[in-house]
C-alpha cells in the first residue's frame, strides 16, 4: 500500500501545506473572535472538533454573540452547508466505502474537495483529498486553540 506522501506529487504536497497553514491562520481568527465575543474558550474548540465547517462555525458564533438563538444558528449553519450534499455526490469514490465514510464526511472541506477534483486518476485524488482533510482538520484545530487563548488574554 502507497503511503499518501509518494502519491501526491511536490507542487501538489505544497500547494495543499499552504492551504493548511492559511485555514490554521482563519482558526486563530475564529477563536480569538469566539472569545473575545463573550464565548468560553471550550465552545470554539469544541465546536471545531464536531463541526469542522468554518464558515458554519463563523456564522454560529456571530449570531450567538449578538444575542440571536443557537437554534437560528444551527438552522443558518446547515443551511450553509448544503453545498456538501453535493460534494458528497461527486466524491463518493473518493472518500470510500464502510467505516471510511464517516471520517471522509467529517473532514470534507471546499478547499481538500477542489484538490481530489483537481487530480486525474482516483488515487491521486484520494490522496489530496485525506490530505488536505486531515491537514486542514489539525491546523484549523490548533489555530482556533491559539486564538481562543490570545483572546482570552485580550478581553
Given at each position: 500500500?502507497?503511503?499518501?506522501?509518494?502519491t501526491?506529487?511536490?507542487?501538489?504536497?505544497?500547494?495543499?501545506?499552504?492551504?493548511?497553514?492559511?485555514?490554521g491562520?482563519?482558526?486563530?481568527?475564529?477563536?480569538?473572535?469566539?472569545?473575545?465575543?463573550?464565548?468560553?474558550?471550550?465552545?470554539?474548540?469544541?465546536?471545531?472538533?464536531?463541526?469542522?465547517?468554518?464558515?458554519?462555525?463563523f456564522?454560529?458564533?456571530?449570531?450567538?454573540?449578538?444575542?440571536?438563538?443557537?437554534?437560528?444558528?444551527?438552522?443558518?449553519?446547515?443551511?450553509?452547508?448544503?453545498?456538501?450534499?453535493?460534494?458528497?455526490?461527486?466524491?463518493?469514490?473518493?472518500?470510500?466505502?464502510?467505516?471510511?465514510?464517516?471520517?471522509?464526511?467529517?473532514?470534507?472541506?471546499?478547499?481538500?474537495?477542489?484538490?481530489?477534483?483537481?487530480?486525474?486518476?482516483?488515487?491521486?485524488?484520494?490522496a489530496?483529498?485525506?490530505?488536505?482533510?486531515?491537514?486542514?482538520?489539525?491546523?484549523?484545530?490548533?489555530?482556533?486553540?491559539?486564538?481562543?487563548?490570545?483572546?482570552?488574554?485580550i478581553?
Amino acid at each position: 500500500m502507497r503511503s499518501i506522501w509518494r502519491t501526491l506529487d511536490r507542487r501538489l504536497a505544497r500547494d495543499i501545506g499552504l492551504v493548511c497553514l492559511a485555514d490554521g491562520v482563519v482558526g486563530v481568527s475564529y477563536g480569538a473572535i469566539s472569545v473575545g465575543g463573550g464565548l468560553p474558550l471550550w465552545l470554539p474548540v469544541v465546536l471545531s472538533i464536531v463541526v469542522f465547517a468554518g464558515a458554519s462555525q463563523f456564522l454560529f458564533v456571530g449570531i450567538v454573540a449578538a444575542g440571536g438563538s443557537p437554534i437560528a444558528a444551527m438552522v443558518a449553519g446547515l443551511l450553509v452547508n448544503t453545498r456538501h450534499l453535493a460534494f458528497g455526490l461527486a466524491l463518493s469514490d473518493v472518500i470510500g466505502s464502510g467505516w471510511r465514510r464517516w471520517p471522509g464526511s467529517h473532514l470534507m472541506t471546499d478547499e481538500n474537495v477542489a484538490f481530489a477534483m483537481g487530480q486525474d486518476e482516483l488515487k491521486q485524488r484520494r490522496a489530496a483529498y485525506w490530505a488536505g482533510g486531515i491537514g486542514i482538520f489539525v491546523c484549523w484545530n490548533i489555530g482556533v486553540v491559539i486564538g481562543g487563548l490570545a483572546g482570552s488574554v485580550i478581553t
